[in-house]
């Protein structure tokens, strides 16, 4: 008995959905993403799925119907399938296509709400015990109260992308106020200067980063000249300090980036380092591997198209951030109520440059769905 294949393609599409949608059932279940998971959703697949598989799972429901068995009856056909099995005339390709539109259609309500479509990706900023904590060496007032938000935007969500961010500083850091030859306190500024290898100008920096110093640079190129802002020491490598806060919650999937780990430069912005935020326009292309951190490149291969912003500090390591983003040239977020600044007035000062370069302020409300949107996309 061979069925038409009208009747076979309403088949394999109403299998394939329901396995599908069992796999991903059973992953989002399973406390960790591991093999088996990965295994189980691809050998459901419809595009394996063979004729011969087709006619036996046929053939069960019908010695099942014909001895009286019970049988689970399956959920109720999402609306394309009904459309599917309503059609006269039905491309046996078709099926695959539907499948992962049904998936995705199920997994429609945990997509951020409130803004334009497409992937989607959260960067959580240096939510670390030395921002975080009140007896962190610099503290940013109201961080701790941030941190439910912050995860519940991270697992309730479904996103295409997760970054968390940390500082990764050695300890002979140049932004270290006691690491200056030039005897300045915390939050005073210095002039750094770096020339074409991208090496600190200044023979007062020799004695301290050796072969890193270019020494005098009277006689060479300049690529990049800034006032940096001295801090005392934080998030050293492999310190308490440094360490992600205990109550964050952080997918064992996400993307830990590490930035600041260059003695001799800072680096507020996710993407790119302070260099990079000051550089010559006339600097050479492939210096740009010195610079950026990869998070620009993983982003691209995740197609992700927009970005939420949360963590601290909003008016420096968020706002960089945030800026950086724009320019690489994606939609930007700042999650307002899951951030917090240095100070109210450098932060209220960070918003209205960060709405004025084209990033949108949206409330957690919002994106989880849970409130009425502020604004149309």
Known sequence: RRPNRRILAM???LASSILTLAALANAADASTCDEANLLQLTTLSPDEESEKETFEMMDKVDKALASSETIDAPPEAPAEAQVLADSEEV???TPPAKASRVAAMVESDKRPKCVKEGKSGIIVVDMQNDFVQEDGSLPVAGAVDIIPTINK????????FTTFTEDFHPRDHISFAVNSPLKKEPFEFVTLSYDQSLKICGSEYQSIYGPMAAGDCSDKIILASF????????????????KFHADL????????????????????????????????????????FQIETGLFGALQLAGVQQVFLTGVAEDYCVKYTALQALKKGFRVYLVSDATKPVSDATGEEAL?????????????CEVLGTCACSMEE
Request: net charge negative; with cysteine.
């Open 91 to 93: 491309d046996p390709e």
């Open 11 to 13: 088949w394999k599409s």
């Open 249 to 288: 919650e952080i997918p064992h999937d996400a993307f830990i980036l590490r930035k600041g780990v260059n003695s001799i430069a800072d680096s507020y912005g996710a993407f790119y380092d302070n260099i990079g935020m000051h550089l010559d326009e006339n600097a050479p292309a492939d210096i740009s």
């Open 153 to 160: 935007l991270v697992n309730e969500l479904e996103w295409d």
């Open 227 to 242: 006032e940096q802002e001295l801090w005392p020491k934080h998030c050293i490598q492999n310190t308490e300090g440094q």
């Open 352 to 364: 209205l440059e960060l709405k004025k370069k084209g990033a949108k302020l949206i409330e957690s």
